[in-house]
């Protein structure tokens, strides 16, 4: 089995330790970080994401494995910077004023920087100028927002009518989600994306952002 | 044990259409079957209809009532559509809920104190929201409770929401809320308790099992109300079990009487 494959499994196991010392070995044996990154932790992110999908992996394994790649990443982040990786997109992501659910969108968030984006996670309660500053200031690529009440879905509308204000919104691929919201109100608030778990969400950043 | 009927709620499947084409008969039918299999309220929820539910919730109220001779949970967040719906309910409504934040609070007391009706209130405020500390939740829930009654409400019509969270994010959340149910009892043995119990097997297989298994370790600790499906023969067979071997049932009687009619074949 190539190391690749042995990062990509033991990471599934939410190894952490065992990860890192591979991603270790890898590197020593000159392995550029990328391949590591994309054969070996991405991979194994993907793969298990493939099994939760399934129903064959549940929320408590993806999580292990999830703080196993950040484990990994650890070992290989300054290797990354040397070779001059670059992400492949910039989310900016929150869950919207009013809602303190974070579940379902700390999933979101782990399955996306598991897919190798960066997330820019500004957590819950979040504003609808907060979004716009973040997605400015961090040049995102799109920008991600839930809400997990009937009574903050609304909320939406007012977070891209924000973008609309700011004269900004159409720098910005707009994606909502969360247990009331469907794809038909995302349209119909005026964003572009919705998507109805955590893996699919990670899916669309490949469609919209390439 | 108060149970609480889950299934008139416009997130279920079905429900939206009902409520929207005002039909009597598919809401009367869920509120007959609940009762038959033994809720003590009818929860009513229609806040997926944000547009419409000041006047849908009122609706509803109307006609469960209409079939069944049980009061209503009249679950909602929007003190205008709690206000109409409690006009029309005849008997002691409960309301699904109340928090210690300021607004939610203060918008909400009135209409309780006003219309007698029991009051869910959930252990979060402003300040940390939903705390992931067993200790800071029972201080949230005991703080509400003095304020409540200092506001006029008696302890025994309040029902404290423990917030159920899944187990597959957090481990120990089973736990938090086993303990903020005990701590809150050992203050206040007098309080009632109410929530959901699926939450907490979000993310995992089998929920049933988990639910189940952790409705009983709730009722060890003190929890005497629930809103789940009565239809859920499963874990009604669990619950007179469980109150037969917590001596919530005298002699057993009704647990046998369960069993003669046939509610323990599950």
């Known amino acids: 089995m190539s190391l690749y494959d042995q990062i990509a499994e033991v990471l599934q196991k939410g190894q952490v330790a065992e990860v890192q010392r591979l991603v270790k070995e890898a590197l020593d044996q000159g392995l550029k970080s990328e391949g590591i990154l ?18 064959e992996a549940f929320v408590p394994e993806v999580l292990i494995a999830a703080r196993a790649m950040n ?88 977070v891209v009518d924000e973008f609309e204000n700011k004269g900004v919104r159409e720098k910005y691929a707009i994606m909502a989600g969360g247990a009331p919201v469907t794809e038909e109100y995302v349209k119909e608030v005026g964003g572009d994306f919705y998507t109805k778990d955590a893996v699919s969400a990670a899916d669309k950043l490949a469609e919209i952002i390439n | ?6 299934k008139i709620n416009t997130s279920l499947k079905g429900v939206t259409e009902a409520v929207k084409n005002r039909d009597v008969a598919f809401i009367q039918q869920r509120a007959i079957e609940q009762v038959e299999n033994g809720a003590d309220y ?29 009061p209503c949970c009249i679950d909602s967040p929007n003190p205008k559509a709690i206000e109409a719906a409690l006009k029309v309910h005849k008997g002691k409504a409960m309301v699904n809920s109340i928090t210690a934040e300021e607004n939610r609070y203060s918008e909400i007391v009135p209409l309780v104190k006003e219309y007698k009706s029991g009051i869910v209130a959930l252990v979060m405020n402003d300040e940390c929201g939903i705390s992931e500390d067993a200790a800071k939740r029972i201080e949230i829930g005991v703080g509400l409770i003095d304020r409540l009654n200092k ?5 025994e019509d309040i029902y404290i929401d423990p917030l159920i969270q ?25 309080v009632h308790f109410m929530c959901g119990l699926s939450n907490v097997s979000f993310g995992l297989p089998k929920r049933g099992l988990l639910n189940r298994t952790f409705l009983v370790l709730c009722m060890m600790a003190g929890l005497d109300g629930a809103i789940l499906d009565p239809g859920n023969k499963q874990m009604m067979a669990m619950i007179s079990a469980a109150k037969a071997l917590l ?19 599950v």
Request: with cysteine; charged share 25%.
């Open chain 1, 38 to 55: 994309n054969e070996g932790l991405l991979k194994g992110m993907m793969d298990i994401g493939d099994r939760w999908k399934r129903n």
């Open chain 1, 71 to 158: 484990g990994g990443m650890e070992v290989l982040e300054k290797a990354l910077a040397d070779e001059d990786v670059k992400p492949k997109g910039t989310v900016v992501m929150g869950t919207v004023k009013g809602d303190l659910h974070d579940i379902g969108k700390n999933l979101v968030v782990m399955m996306m920087k598991g897919a190798g984006y960066k997330v820019i996670d500004l957590g819950v309660d979040i504003p609808a100028e907060k979004f716009v500053e973040a997605a400015e200031a961090h040049q995102a690529d799109v920008v991600c927002m839930s809400a997990l009440l009937t009574t903050t879905m609304p909320y939406i509308k007012t």
């Open chain 2, 1 to 6: 044990m108060i149970i609480v009927g889950e």
């Open chain 2, 42 to 70: 009818i929860d009513v929820n229609c806040g997926t209809l944000v547009n419409e539910e000041v006047e849908a919730l009122p609706w509803l109220v109307e006609t469960v009532q209409q079939a069944v001779d049980k």
């Open chain 2, 151 to 155: 506001d006029g409400i008696p302890i």
């Open chain 2, 166 to 190: 899944p187990i597959s994010t957090a481990s120990d959340m089973g736990i938090v809320s086993l303990e903020t149910i005990k701590g809150i009892k050992t203050t206040y043995p007098e």
């Open chain 2, 247 to 265: 001596n919530k049932d005298e002699y057993t009687m009704n647990y046998l009487q369960a069993f003669r009619s046939g509610l323990l074949e």
